[in-house]
């Protein structure tokens, strides 16, 4: 566990998920899911106890790990960061994640990726992915900081507020 002081002040939490997360995960990947404007994802229609499960048997195989980023106890962000499944993508690991709107901008990002890159390396994992949308400027903008290079580009992968949006495959290698 690693504890922050944040921009504002108040103590920021990184820690490993445990099941009993299961329903603040759920909410917030929903609420994330519900701006439509960062996110690949349409929302989770799982109920608690296959969110349970899910935790759980992710703990156990050791190829996929959540960070919660907490303040005042309550989840304010998460990182996903799971290794590629065929022995040929072990080497590989693709990261998602997001912060609660009222969070954003106070550092709770940077902690998150640094923490799921740490994880990664002591998995002996040499290259993290991910996907980001090019109008996500403020993602691009972290990722690129942490020294993530584009390698891909898929052009109006996406329609967004009834625009086209490509999406942007970033890779670093660690
Ligand atoms: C993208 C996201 C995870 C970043 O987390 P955050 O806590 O807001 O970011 P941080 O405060 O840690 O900022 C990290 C860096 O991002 C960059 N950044 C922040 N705001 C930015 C902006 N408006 N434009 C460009 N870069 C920006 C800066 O480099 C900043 O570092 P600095 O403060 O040292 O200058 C978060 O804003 C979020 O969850 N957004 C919605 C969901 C999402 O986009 N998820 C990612 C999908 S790929």
């Given at each position: 566990?690693?504890?922050?002081k944040m921009k504002n002040?108040?103590?920021?939490?990184?820690?490993?998920?445990?099941?009993?997360?299961?329903?603040?995960?759920?909410?917030?990947?929903?609420?994330?899911?519900?701006?439509?404007?960062?996110?690949?994802?349409?929302?989770?229609?799982?109920?608690?106890?296959?969110?349970?499960?899910?935790?759980?048997?992710?703990?156990?195989?050791?190829?996929?790990?959540?960070?919660?980023?907490?303040?005042?106890?309550?989840?304010?962000?998460?990182?996903?960061?799971?290794?590629?499944?065929?022995?040929?993508?072990?080497?590989?690991?693709?990261?998602?994640?997001?912060?609660?709107?009222?969070?954003?901008?106070?550092?709770?990002?940077?902690?998150?990726?640094?923490?799921?890159?740490?994880?990664?390396?002591?998995?002996?994992?040499?290259?993290?992915?991910?996907?980001?949308?090019?109008?996500?400027?403020?993602?691009?903008?972290?990722?690129?900081?942490?020294?993530?290079?584009?390698?891909?580009?898929?052009?109006?992968?996406?329609?967004?507020?009834?625009?086209?949006?490509?999406?942007?495959?970033?890779?670093?290698?660690?």
């Open positions: 566990m690693t504890r922050v002040g108040k103590t920021c939490e990184i820690r490993e998920i445990v099941e009993k997360d299961c329903m603040e995960l759920i909410d917030h990947v929903n609420s994330l899911a519900s701006e439509e404007i960062y996110v690949a994802c349409e929302g989770l229609d799982i109920d608690a106890d296959e969110e349970r499960a899910f935790i759980r048997v992710m703990r156990e195989g050791g190829k996929r790990m959540i960070y919660l980023a907490l303040v005042d106890n309550l989840l304010a962000g998460h990182v996903d960061i799971q290794i590629g499944p065929l022995a040929m993508t072990s080497h590989v690991a693709e990261i998602g994640m997001g912060v609660k709107k009222r969070y954003r901008g106070m550092g709770l990002g940077k902690l998150l990726l640094s923490e799921a890159e740490k994880w990664a390396k002591e998995k002996e994992v040499q290259k993290v992915k991910l996907e980001v949308f090019s109008s996500n400027d403020r993602a691009l903008g972290l990722y690129q900081k942490f020294g993530y290079r584009i390698e891909a580009s898929l052009k109006n992968e996406y329609i967004i507020d009834g625009k086209f949006v490509d999406a942007i495959w970033m890779s670093k290698f660690i």
